[in-house]
């Protein structure tokens, strides 16, 4: 308070000596001239008077910068997730995204994939596998790249079986290993002409206890497929 009393004092000193100037010096004194000349005098001690803006130091424009990149739209995944060419099994796989690792999100294909820029460059991921942060409103939305032409898997390759018998309480437990296919969606497990198991792309194995008594045989085919097709193992009969 004292600080502005000071200031307009400063003030009215300035504007009441160049009253006084102007009205002895000025060619026109008239009562309009001198109460313009004074005016703009006052306004300029005002003017001259106000604090001058601080400039954002080095530290407050890096915080701002810092701000502005956090809106950016990332993906972060809970499980080990494929990331393709495209939005589907048809397309090959680029890398595969870890638990933990966020990756900025660059486009978006309805209804529900993802383009997220990564380390082996863009790729497609599927959206119930992501975790979305940021300012997605702002992610363009893409159009699909073609699908290209899938081929059914090749025959599947049984690496080994096994069957272990209880004579005692007449179960049988069963084992299936084979080798991985490169372009496979999924595998089916049929025993004795059903289909018991629908297993994911990857697996290698399958296990499982039936009933079966001594004397007994049960069957079994594998069965990889795609979008293309399918194809199938040799048939595998076991018995107690």
Known sequence: MGMVSKNMKRILSIATVSILFLSACAPDTSPEAVTTAAAMTVEAALTNSQPALATPTAA???????QESSEKPFASFEDVTNCRTGPGVNYERITQITPGFSVEIIGFFPPNYWIVQTDAGPCWVAGEFVTPAGNISAVPTVTAPPTPKAEAP????????????????NEAQITLIWADQEDEAGYRIVRNDTVVAELSANTTQYKETITLLSGQTVGYIIIAFNGAGQS???SISMGC
């Open 154 to 169: 090749e025959g599947v390759s049984v690496q080994k079986w096994d069957i272990s018998c209880n004579f005692e309480t």
């Open 232 to 234: 199938q193992s040799k």
């Open 60 to 66: 407050e424009a890096q915080a701002t910068t810092t």
